[in-house]
């Protein structure tokens, strides 16, 4: 049931840009984003819903291919803030069990 | 606002000695959740609570109890806890959009480390 991520681990100098993915093998109601700091707990970023609506973070974006079962998330112009760990969530039925993938950890260097 | 608080943050407990874990919240959320996250397995569902008086089991409840007497708060209880129960642990609160099985953000206290020697 859990997504899958990919990739694991992905290291970036300051303004390259990454995408993360999320994808499941049942159908999915919504995608939700977080993103994770060392010894904090996940900050919600992002939620993608079916029929294409968004809730946003600026300078991250991210997409929702209903069909595939499956989200990318766009991080342009990387800053040092956003090193941490990514983690997709996901709702693949009503009964509003919530499974978060295993996460990608992100490391931005100077 | 508090937001979402956990009591306690850090706990140190014996094979086979029980333990309740208090998450709390002051924003009203009719959803609240309590997950385990462990190195390299993300976060996994234990138990969640859809509002006041309903529980229900998440991905590893085995070994895990909870009630929802109140809104505001959400008890994990370990009965006979194992060194398996090392982890760190999470509360979450959030609410539904209207839409069927979709909800909102996810709102997280600080967590809980507990170490089960």
């Known amino acids: 049931q859990q997504p899958v991520q990919s990739p694991q681990a992905v290291i970036l100098r300051e303004g390259e840009d990454a995408v993360i993915n999320c994808s499941s093998s049942?159908?999915?109601?919504?995608v939700h984003w977080y993103r994770q700091k060392h010894g904090e707990a996940p900050v919600f970023l992002m939620i993608l819903l079916k029929g294409g609506e968004q809730k946003g973070h600026e300078k991250i974006s991210a997409s929702f291919n209903e069909k595939k079962q499956q989200s990318s998330l766009y991080l342009t112009a990387s800053q040092l803030s956003y090193s941490g760990t990514y983690f997709c969530g996901t709702e693949i039925d009503t009964g509003n069990q919530f499974y978060f993938g295993t996460g990608t950890s992100l490391t931005v260097i100077p | 606002n508090a937001g979402v608080t956990q009591t306690p943050k850090f706990r140190v407990l014996k094979t086979g000695q029980s333990m309740t874990l208090l998450c709390a919240q002051d924003?009203?959320?009719?959803?609240m959740y309590w997950y385990r996250q462990d190195p390299g397995m993300g976060l996994r569902l234990i138990h969640y609570s859809v509002g006041e008086g309903t529980t229900a089991k998440g991905e590893v409840p085995d070994g895990y109890n909870v009630s929802r007497l109140k809104k505001q708060n959400f008890l994990l209880g370990l009965e006979s806890a194992a060194p398996s129960q090392t982890s760190v642990y999470f509360c979450?609160?959030?609410?539904?959009?209207?839409?069927?099985?979709?909800?909102?953000?996810?709102?997280f206290g600080p967590g809980t480390r507990l170490t089960v020697l």
């Open positions: 049942k159908a999915l109601y919504s």
């Open positions: 924003m009203n959320h009719e959803y």
């Open positions: 979450a609160s959030s609410y539904p959009t209207g839409l069927a099985g979709v909800i909102y953000e996810q709102f």
